[in-house]
C-alpha cells in the first residue's frame, strides 16, 4: 500500500490505494423479498488527489449515461488516477429495470433531494446518495438524456454566476454550454447547498444508445478529470473546437396538432424566420410552418412525427456573441465525424 494515502471507506468496506472495487449499498428489500442496492465502483488512485463522482440513471430511463460510465471505466488514463473516481452508473435501479422514467411512487427522483432516512422512497434512496456519495466528493458530474420521444445535443448545464463550473464546463468541451437555475429538489441544489459543484451532461434520447453522445460524455469527463489533475494528458482526447455560451433558450411548439415534417436537426444553427418544420393535417389541405423566434443553435428537439396542438418540438438555445453558433457547429460535426471509440481501442 502507497504511504502517506489512507484508504478509502464506503459503505462499510475499505478500498486501497492503488486499487478498485465496486461497492454494493443496500437500498431496499422489494415485496418479494429481493434486495436493491445501488453500486458504486470506486477507483482510489496512489497519489492524493480530489475525489469526482460521475453519476448516471438518477431517471431510470435515461440509459446513455450508463453507457458513458462503462466506458469511462474502461479508459486507460484511470490506471495511473490521481484522487479518487466515485462512478454510480444506475442511481435509480427501479427506473432502470422498470424502463421508467420514476420510482414505483411514480416519484421524480431529482426533484425530492436532499431527501430524508424516514421518508418515501425517493427520499431515502436520495437521502443515501447525498450521504454516501456526495458528502465524500469535492465536485460531481450528473448524467442525462432528453426524455422519451426526444433528443439532445450533447450539452453542458450549470449554474449562472459560478466561475469554477464554468471552468470546467470549458475544459468538458461539449458544443453548448447552457446556464440553468437550480430547480427545488434537484440533484445540483442539494449538492452546491453543501459545498460540492455538479456539472450537469444533457445527450441523447431516452432508452436509446447514441454514439455520438457517448463519446463526448466520456471524453468531456476525461477532459475534466485531466483539467482537475487527476489524470495525464496521454489518452485524453483534445477539445473539437470551442463551446457556445448560451445563457438562455426556448422551446418552440406547435400551434396546430398534425403530421409534422422536420426540417432542422439537433447542432443546426438558426435565426429569426429560419423554418424549423411544418405541421400539416392527414389530407395536406392544410399546412403551418414552425419558424425559429431567436437566433442560437437548436439543442433538443422532438422525435415524433404526429403532434398536438402545444407540443414542444424544437429547443433552441440563444448564443451570447456573433459567431458563436457556427463555431459549437463546425464542433459538433468535427466530433461527429471523429474515428468511433471501441471497448478494444477507446481513448488511445
Not at 495511473?80 to 466515485?86: D, H, K, P, Y
Not at 453548448?176 to 444533457?202: F, H, N, T
Not at 399546412?287 to 412525427?305: D, F, K, L, Q
Request: charged letters at 25%; a neutral charge; one cysteine or more.
Amino acid at each position: 500500500m502507497a504511504k502517506g494515502r489512507a484508504d478509502f471507506e464506503l459503505g462499510g468496506e475499505r478500498v486501497a490505494p492503488g486499487t478498485r472495487r465496486t461497492v454494493d449499498l443496500p437500498v431496499s428489500i422489494l415485496s418479494d423479498h429481493t434486495p436493491v442496492t445501488m453500486s458504486c465502483h470506486v477507483v482510489h488512485g496512489k497519489r492524493p488527489g480530489p475525489v469526482l463522482f460521475v453519476s448516471a440513471a438518477i431517471h431510470g430511463d435515461e440509459v446513455i449515461g450508463v453507457e458513458i460510465v462503462r466506458r469511462l471505466l474502461r479508459a486507460r488514463p484511470l490506471g495511473t488516477i490521481a484522487g479518487t473516481l466515485l462512478a454510480v452508473p444506475i442511481v435509480n435501479a427501479f427506473g432502470f429495470i422498470n424502463h421508467s422514467r420514476y420510482l414505483p411512487d411514480r416519484r421524480d427522483l431529482n426533484r425530492v433531494f436532499p431527501g430524508h432516512a424516514e421518508g418515501s422512497l425517493a427520499a431515502r434512496l436520495a437521502h443515501l446518495f447525498m450521504t454516501e456519495i456526495v458528502a465524500r466528493a469535492d465536485l460531481g458530474i450528473d448524467l442525462h438524456s432528453a426524455a422519451l420521444r426526444r433528443t439532445n445535443l450533447p450539452q453542458i448545464r450549470l449554474t449562472p454566476g459560478n466561475d469554477r463550473l464554468m471552468e470546467l464546463g470549458r475544459a468538458f468541451g461539449a458544443p453548448v454550454i447552457l446556464e440553468s437555475r437550480l430547480r427545488e429538489g434537484s440533484l445540483r441544489m442539494a449538492a452546491e447547498a453543501e459545498g460540492v459543484d455538479v456539472l450537469l451532461y444533457e445527450a441523447g434520447e431516452g432508452l436509446r444508445f447514441d454514439e455520438f453522445a457517448a463519446r463526448a460524455g466520456v471524453s468531456g469527463i476525461l477532459r475534466v478529470m485531466r483539467h482537475l489533475g487527476m489524470v495525464g494528458a496521454k489518452g485524453v482526447p483534445r477539445r473539437h473546437g470551442t463551446p457556445a455560451l448560451c445563457g438562455s433558450s426556448s422551446w418552440h411548439r406547435a400551434p396546430v396538432g398534425g403530421l409534422m415534417r422536420a426540417y432542422r436537426g439537433t447542432g443546426d444553427i438558426v435565426e429569426p424566420g429560419t423554418v424549423l418544420c411544418a405541421i400539416s393535417d392527414p389530407f395536406g389541405e392544410k399546412e403551418v410552418e414552425v419558424a425559429s423566434e431567436i437566433t442560437g443553435i437548436v439543442v433538443g428537439r422532438t422525435n415524433m412525427p404526429v403532434v398536438n396542438e402545444g407540443d414542444a418540438l424544437f429547443h433552441v438555445a440563444e448564443t451570447r456573441r456573433p459567431g458563436h453558433a457556427e463555431a459549437a457547429a463546425e464542433a459538433v460535426e468535427a466530433a461527429r465525424e471523429a474515428a468511433p471509440l471501441f471497448d478494444e481501442d477507446e481513448i488511445i
